[in-house]
């Protein structure tokens, strides 16, 4: 029987919905700049919580996206996936009139979901005593609403669904997307994440399990991967949206094309709920099995934007991993964490991850880490971890890592594009 013959995929649409950006251009600027996106919480009140900043959205009003209506039923994790598709389906240039619907999907991800309205609605059940839940209640929590939002406004009948698998939600849409282009099931499929769970029961159930940064009056430089001195992540929120399509048909309507899905990795820890692998197995089994997918050599790989969470395991464990797989070419990629600039963005961080590791490869920088004074003792200091400045260098293969509560690993690997 004939092996079937796998379809290219490409990226030719970028959305980006975050705390140093509300569009990718602005995206983009901050990252090579290297700002800090946390604040103090305007929100709520904060001073019975431990942690009392994050990287938030900046400038975010929903009337000008949004009908009053559509606010109404819409929570603002669903909002700002919706916002951030949007950019993404304008940038392709992609006219749905002219497309085959059926062949179009979304796909999904988020992994605390519409977290902000569950607690609004129980909390004033409880305050009120009787039952008064809202008629919009039960749709607006629930996680698959971007992508049925996203297909019924532009009525697209391919694949539709969501993606939980904590931090690495998003990351999962991707893979899910990507296998189902390379199989020719669909021509172009809208995946990406978002979150938004800065509220007070997100800020103190991750206080509790003692996961956030505690630098109140340091907090912009609170976010610090693989600092001797970090002390938690740093909690964000925000949506990053990708246009995936087959190549032949992005070849056909003459689409720009950012890059390349060269391979993907996926694994399981098998070991904790909340730490990761002390041998680090998972991960390094999900960059293996990206490098095998894109049939590469680990020494081609030239740049690898961490999950890199500013959490004493989670930093150890991935660069354990990390010089595990590479072992002496390790020294000549560039090594960075977007995080440390846009915090931890829990499920919606895979997506923007990997848009902050798509542009790199036709910008030809490098976004630093920033907050990076000492690098932990722990950890090789001759490593490249792009140190502060933004870092120029010309590159063909970039690398995104992402990992989620539960031990679920994924690893992404672009390139820089080539007609073939």
Not at 244 to 268: C, M, T
Request: charged share 20%; aromatic share 10%.
């Amino acid at each position: 029987m004939p092996r079937l013959k796998l379809k290219r995929v490409v990226v030719t649409g970028l959305g980006i919905l975050s705390p140093i950006g509300n569009n990718v251009e602005d995206f983009w600027f901050s990252l090579v700049k290297g700002e800090s996106g946390a604040n103090f919480i305007k929100y709520f009140d904060t001073s019975h919580l431990k942690t009392r900043f994050a990287c938030y959205l900046k400038e975010y009003f929903p009337e000008n996206f949004f009908s009053k209506k559509e606010i109404r039923k819409l929570d603002y994790c669903t909002q700002y996936g919706i916002v951030a598709s949007e950019e993404a389906i304008k940038d392709s240039g992609l006219d749905f009139s002219k497309e085959n619907r059926e062949r179009i999907g979304v796909i999904w991800g988020s992994g605390m979901g519409s977290f902000s309205t569950l607690e609004w609605e129980i909390s004033h059940f409880v305050k009120k005593g009787y039952p008064q839940y809202s008629p919009f209640f039960i749709t607006k929590t629930m996680i698959d609403i971007t992508s049925g939002f996203l297909t019924i406004k532009h009525g697209l009948q391919g694949p539709s669904y969501a993606t939980v698998s904590s931090c690495a939600s998003s990351a999962n849409a991707l893979v899910h997307a990507f296998n189902i282009l390379q199989l020719g099931k669909t021509d172009v499929i809208i995946t990406g994440g978002s979150e938004s769970a800065i509220t007070e029961a997100g800020i103190g159930g991750f206080n509790a399990l003692n996961a956030l940064s505690t630098k109140n009056e340091k907090h912009k430089s609170a976010s610090r991967p693989f600092d001797k001195k970090r002390d938690g992540f740093v909690l964000g929120e925000g949506a990053g949206s990708l246009v995936l399509e087959e190549y032949e048909h992005a070849k056909s309507r003459n689409s720009k094309i950012y890059a390349e899905i060269a391979g993907i990795g996926i694994s399981s820890d098998a070991y904790h709920i909340t730490a990761p692998h002390p041998l680090s197995i998972g991960i390094t089994i999900a960059i293996k099995n990206a490098i095998n997918d894109a049939k590469i050599k680990p020494s081609e790989v030239e740049h690898i934007n961490t999950h890199g969470t500013s959490t004493y395991l989670g930093d150890l464990s991935e660069i354990r991993a990390i010089k595990a797989v590479f072992g002496k070419s390790v020294y000549n990629i560039n090594i960075n964490s977007t995080k440390s600039m846009t915090g931890h963005l829990l499920g919606a961080s895979g997506a923007i991850e990997s848009v902050a590791s798509i542009l790199p490869l036709s910008k030809s920088i490098i976004p630093p880490t920033i907050n990076l004074s000492e690098i932990d003792e722990e950890i090789d200091t001759r490593l490249n971890l792009t140190p502060k400045k933004a870092q120029k260098r010309t590159l063909n293969i970039s690398m995104c890592n992402n990992f989620g509560l539960g031990g679920h690993n994924v690893c992404i690997i672009f390139k820089k594009y080539e007609r073939l």
